[in-house]
């Protein structure tokens, strides 16, 4: 049956959901996460890949109650539009946008990077992309286009697919590295600082959250989710916990298995200078050649899979935006026939594109920072919708309502703040201005607004918010002037959470408008 104009169709079961989940975070995180990690964090990294979770099923939970409630494509966006205004619905546009149009580069930057164990001509002797490297980058940027272009059931059937094999490389990569386990190696100290600072480095520097990032997928393709309000929370609860279960593995199979002669040579952090390809160089030094070669075929599919995945999601990101009134109208249309936002899909490529182009950011490593920090402050505000729905809709429909909410939304909201500063300074110091000229010129831009005086007395707690946290991370221990010490900065930016997150709640709009699909 064909949808309306404008209307989404529900195609994707809880089986497709959790594996869109599961399959987002099995990416390149899994290549790359561990040896990074190790670097800041030493053996105490098992500890900073379960800090990762908790917080993130934290920020799940809230994103549950939403979802289930009031299914929307893209509905990070969509939220804080109808609990705040347009104010703080397009400053958080402009965070989704970076931090989903930038992850789909990520994947294939991670693609290129050990496909040059194959073909050395995709990088230059310090890994960033040739020429031809780039090229290969946009045409797989292009290929995902074509395979989401073509309908909602389709991309469902290939994500299934290709999320199948991501799980089997992984668990004989397991399987065989605890083989050469060595207890010996979780004694091996990391690069100072170490011991609880190296733990929340590691959270957002090592790609450990960015690996757990994968959960949003349910709430993004909501709308097109069959009986989303019982399906998406599920969802979201499988992927957390069956990826967790993966990375913990594999973190110590790793640690465990990197020959002690060249550990003690080099070191957790000397080790990135040897291993640029960590679980394949890994699989060299113990003499496993038949690993190297299924590690490299997966090390290009698993990643494959996942940016396939987010070029999906940030066309559900910019449909959500259009649909906000932020972006041209025919951004905000599905395609009668795939039941595709085709045209958000088309700006989802261009800026997915441009993302891959050369920058300081160039290498997976370099970009994690930068792009966890972002996807966490799309997911900042949504405990302080949680909060304002409570209060002023108390008798919408929640299919699933979060227990203790009154604890949990408050501590979700600390929690990404927490992550926020983690994140250092020097990625601060580029994304938080954007924000901050976001909001400043949407507020002077949009005076004319017959909800102007609204949106703007709805909003003054995320400027402050962006404020106190640029000055915060500019002072603070995370690569800051470190004119604060352990632990006073983390209650400081926990007090300063609290504070705009009952601000924001409090200066909600009174009554919400939910605007139908």
């Known amino acids: 049956m064909l949808m309306a104009k404008g209307e989404s169709k529900k195609k994707l079961s809880l089986v497709d959901l959790s594996l869109l989940g599961i399959g987002s975070m099995i990416g390149s995180g899994w290549l790359y996460a561990a040896l990074n990690s190790s670097g800041y964090a030493g053996g105490n990294t098992g500890w900073a890949w379960t800090l990762g979770a908790i917080i993130v099923l934290l920020i799940g ?47 294939v930057e991670a693609v290129r990077q050990y496909a040059l164990y194959w073909w050395p001509a995709l990088g230059h002797s310090d890994g960033n992309p040739t020429t031809l490297g780039f090229a290969v980058q946009i045409g797989l940027l292009v ?7 073509w309908s909602v059931s389709v991309f469902g059937r290939v994500n299934t697919i290709i999320t199948t094999f991501k799980f089997i490389v992984p668990l004989i990569t397991i399987v065989t590295l605890l083989l050469y386990f060595n207890s010996a190696n979780l004694q091996v100290p990391p690069a100072p600082p170490g011991g609880a600072h190296g733990v929340f480095t590691s959270l957002t520097g090592a790609g450990i959250v960015f690996a757990y990032l994968g959960f949003r997928q349910a709430v993004d393709f909501a709308s097109e989710a069959k009986n989303p309000q019982r399906n998406v929370p599920i969802a979201i609860c499988i992927a957390i916990a069956v990826s967790f279960v993966i990375y913990l593995a594999l973190q110590y199979a790793f640690m465990g298995a990197v020959p002690s002669d060249v550990l003690s040579a080099h070191g957790w952090a000397g080790l990135k200078a040897i291993f640029q390809s960590p679980y394949a160089d890994l699989a060299r030094s113990l ?36 649909r906000n009134g932020h972006l041209w109208k025919s951004a905000g249309e599905v395609d009668e026939k795939s039941g595709v936002p085709r045209g958000a899909l088309w700006l989802a490529l261009i800026l997915s594109i441009a993302w891959t182009l050369p920058s300081e950011f160039q290498v997976w490593g370099g970009l994690i920072g930068a792009v966890t920090s972002a996807t966490v402050f799309t ?19 929640r299919p699933f309502r979060l227990p203790m909410a009154a604890i949990l939304s408050p501590l979700s909201f600390v929690a990404s703040t927490l992550l926020i500063y983690w994140s250092g300074w020097p990625v601060n110091e580029i994304l938080i201005p954007i924000f901050i000229v976001a909001w400043v010129g949407y507020a002077l831009l949009s005076r004319k607004s017959p909800t102007y005086k609204q949106d703007i007395a709805c909003s003054w707690w995320l400027l402050a918010y962006y404020i106190a946290m640029l000055i915060l991370s500019k002072i603070g221990t995370f690569d800051g002037l470190n004119l604060l010490s352990t ?23 009174a009554k919400p408008i939910i605007v139908e699909e």
Do not use: Q
Request: hydrophobic share 55%; glycine share 8%.
């Open 61 to 107: 939970l809230v994103s549950a109650e939403l979802s289930a409630a009031i299914p929307r494509a893209g509905g990070f966006v969509r939220y804080p539009n109808y609990s705040h205004g347009n104010i703080v619905g397009f400053v958080i546009g402009v965070s989704s946008l970076l931090a989903y149009t930038s992850t789909a580069g990520v994947e």
């Open 143 to 149: 290929i995902f286009f074509l395979l989401n272009y």
């Open 287 to 322: 003499g496993l050649m038949w690993l190297i070669n299924l590690i490299l075929v997966d090390a290009v599919i698993s990643p494959a899979g996942t940016g396939n995945i987010y070029l999906a999601s940030a066309a559900r990101v910019l449909f959500a935006l259009a």
């Open 379 to 397: 997911y900042m505000p949504g405990p302080v919708t949680l909060a304002a729905f409570r209060t002023h809709l108390p008798a919408l429909h």
């Open 487 to 509: 632990p006073l900065d983390m209650i400081i930016v926990t007090v300063v959470a609290l504070i705009c997150y009952y601000w924001g709640a409090k200066t909600s709009i």
